[in-house]
Structure formats: structure tokens, C-alpha cells
């Protein structure tokens, strides 16, 4: 079983909705991650939080946004979703910056 | 050129055979090397990491890594259907973890 849990695993939303993923790592981990991933792709890097400093991919669109609580919550809040951002939403950990990455389940998102 | 590039797939290998998987990148500083296994519909998973030249088994998985040459490898022998999933190779350089666009293997009972 992974140690990194989300949720939810799976959610429809309209494009005028706010709605949250939520991830959790119980490993101790230093570094959490969100990444995108469409069907057939590699997952793309979104976000990631490392040593209470967060880095953005400056491609993303400012209808996602981070949110830190503590070092073993990463939680991504969206908003005004466009159907093109239906995807796979996985959220990763590692206990060093881009090294051995344990992925949670993932979310499927649907948008509308 | 691409950071990671995985050979266009997908990959038809019987069972129990061996299916051989190859990864080239273009940072020569690179340092640290992935292989991870994604089934259909679900996260990738980690199987095997390699830092240094050579070969690393780990049961029925073999990452070989060739820094001079820029390839890193994953051999899976006595292919399963349970193996058949897409790997995806991914390479730690610039303090950034770049993946390829991953194979996809079908193991043929």
C-alpha cells in the first residue's frame, strides 16, 4: 500500500466550482510534489514544496494553487477549471529533492 | 533534443521471455537514474533506481547504466502478464527530475 495518500480518487467539477486534492505522505519525507499527467504522457511537473520553500512551474495556470499546511501536507486548490485540465493529478514524495519519488494514488479530475 | 528519450513503443514480448527497454538523456552532469511502472489507470510506481555504471538486478528487474554512452537501460526477464504496463525512465540532472514519454510493454501469454 502507498504511504501517500490523496483524495479524492476521483472528482467531476463544473468550470465555475472550487474544489480541492488533498495529500498527505506519512514517510518523513522532505519534499512533496503535485504533477499533471493526460492520457499516453508523462506526468508533468506542477509544484514542489522542499525544505518550506515552494517552486512553481511558471506554465501553470494561476487557477491552481498550493497550499503547504506542514511538511506532510500538500493540498491543491482549484478553481475555475477549463475541461483541457481534466487529467490525472498525482501527488508525489521523496525524502530528497528529485530522487526516488513514491506517488499516491492519483486523482482523476473531470472538468465540465 | 529531447532530455529523455524512451525508444516509440509499444513493446510485444511471450511470457517468459525478456523484455529489454532502453532510456537515452542529453545532460551528461546527470546523477541519478528511475525506472517506475504505470499501470493503465494508475500512479507510477518506482522499481528500480541506479547512480553509478553498470548493472543493478533486483529479482526479475536489471537497470544497466552507462554514463559515458548516456543510456540507462531496464532489462525484465521471464516476462509476466502481470509486467505488461508502461515503464517510464526518468533522469535526476540540474537539480531537476526530467521523464521520458515511457514504453509501453504487452507480454503475450
Known amino acids: 500500500d502507498t504511504e501517500v495518500t490523496q483524495t479524492p480518487k476521483h472528482l467531476v467539477m463544473g468550470m465555475t466550482n472550487k474544489k480541492s486534492l488533498k495529500c498527505e505522505q506519512h514517510?518523513?519525507?522532505?519534499?512533496m510534489y503535485w504533477y499533471k499527467q493526460k492520457a499516453k504522457k508523462p506526468p508533468e511537473l506542477m509544484f514542489v514544496?522542499?525544505?518550506?520553500?515552494?517552486?512553481i512551474n511558471e506554465s501553470v495556470p494561476s487557477r491552481f494553487s498550493p497550499e503547504c499546511p506542514n511538511s506532510s501536507l500538500l493540498n491543491l486548490h482549484l478553481h475555475a477549471l477549463q475541461p483541457e485540465d481534466s487529467a490525472l493529478y498525482l501527488c508525489a514524495s521523496s525524502q530528497d529533492l528529485n530522487e526516488k519519488l513514491f506517488f499516491g494514488s492519483g486523482t482523476q479530475l473531470s472538468v465540465l | 533534443q529531447k532530455e529523455v528519450e524512451q525508444n516509440s513503443g509499444p513493446l510485444s514480448v511471450p511470457e517468459g521471455a525478456i523484455a529489454s527497454l532502453n532510456c537515452t538523456y542529453s545532460?551528461?552532469?546527470?546523477?541519478?537514474f528511475f525506472w517506475y511502472r504505470q499501470y493503465s489507470g494508475k500512479s507510477p510506481e518506482l522499481i528500480m533506481s541506479i547512480y553509478s555504471n553498470g548493472d543493478k538486478e533486483d529479482g526479475r528487474f536489471t537497470a544497466q547504466l552507462n554514463k559515458a554512452s548516456q543510456y540507462v537501460s531496464l532489462l525484465i526477464r521471464d516476462s509476466q502478464p502481470s509486467d505488461s504496463a508502461t515503464y517510464l525512465c526518468?533522469?535526476?540532472?540540474?537539480?531537476?527530475?526530467?521523464f521520458g514519454k515511457g514504453n509501453q510493454v504487452v507480454v503475450i501469454p
Open positions: 526518468a533522469v535526476k540532472g540540474n537539480n531537476r527530475l526530467a
Open positions: 514517510m518523513g519525507h522532505r519534499a
Open positions: 514544496y522542499s525544505y518550506e520553500k515552494l517552486s
Open positions: 545532460d551528461r552532469g546527470s546523477q541519478s
